[in-house]
């Protein structure tokens, strides 16, 4: 079953812009990760948050978590033509190992 | 390895033909996954081996679909039977098993399934 929304669909914006994208899920989990997919490549982490965290950085990335909500974003700051990709966040069911995913966020960066 | 391989990276068959798909883990991870992903689409979760525990296979879509992991490293989805709808990249993923880092999963490039 897919637990991770991603929204926007599809997003498009100017070099040098932030990109913001949200991901919504369903059940309890031990932690929330966002992944990178290049066009015909497999997916690359980027940044995994526990689930008693709130936020967290990592060089351009900054990754928001609500429980309560249910729910993270994704925040690309200053942002480039090579960040252009889908990106997907993914959950694990509280105990469990393997990951559920959402349907991603094609992201455009126009120069 | 370097990283988790997968092949063939695309494969091209006729409808009712069978396929297998290799995917070689990193060394070391001792859990492997299989994912599906349709065009435009998300990650369907398959199948799941943990060490030498049973597989998870709750994700696997019909009987046509098997796996199996030889000696706990490299895996093999085997398709029986393919129809058109099975077209889609299937990616393999591999992670540790216990530590801080175990649900962080390093995918292959996948394989490409184009059934006529």
């Known amino acids: 079953s897919q637990q991770g929304e991603e929204d926007p669909q599809a997003l498009s914006i100017q070099e040098g812009e932030n990109a913001t994208m949200n991901c919504s899920y369903k059940?309890?989990?031990?932690?929330l990760q966002w992944y990178r997919q290049n066009s015909g490549r497999g997916l690359v982490h980027l940044i995994l948050i526990r689930s008693n965290e709130r936020e967290k950085h990592s060089g351009r990335l900054r990754v928001t978590l609500d429980t309560s909500k249910k729910s993270s974003s994704l925040l690309i700051t200053a942002s480039r033509a090579a960040d252009t990709a889908s990106y997907f966040c993914a959950t694990d069911d509280w105990g469990a190992q393997k990951l559920v995913f959402g349907q991603g966020t094609r992201l455009t960066i126009n120069p | 390895g370097a990283g988790v391989s997968q092949s063939p990276s695309n494969k091209v068959t006729e409808k009712g033909k069978d396929v297998e798909l290799r995917c070689d883990p990193i060394s070391g991870h001792t859990a492997l996954y299989w994912y599906r992903q349709s065009l435009g689409q998300g990650l369907e979760f398959l199948i799941y081996?943990?060490?030498?525990?049973?597989?998870?296979k709750s994700g696997l879509p019909s009987d046509r679909f098997s796996a199996e992991r030889t000696g706990g490293s490299v895996s093999t989805l085997t398709i029986q039977r393919t129809q058109q709808e099975d077209s889609a990249v299937y990616l393999c993923a591999s992670s540790f098993s216990s530590g801080l880092a175990k649900n962080i999963q390093y995918f292959g490039a996948g394989t490409r399934l184009s059934v006529l």
């Open positions: 059940t309890s989990i031990n932690n």
């Open positions: 081996f943990q060490g030498n525990s049973a597989p998870d």
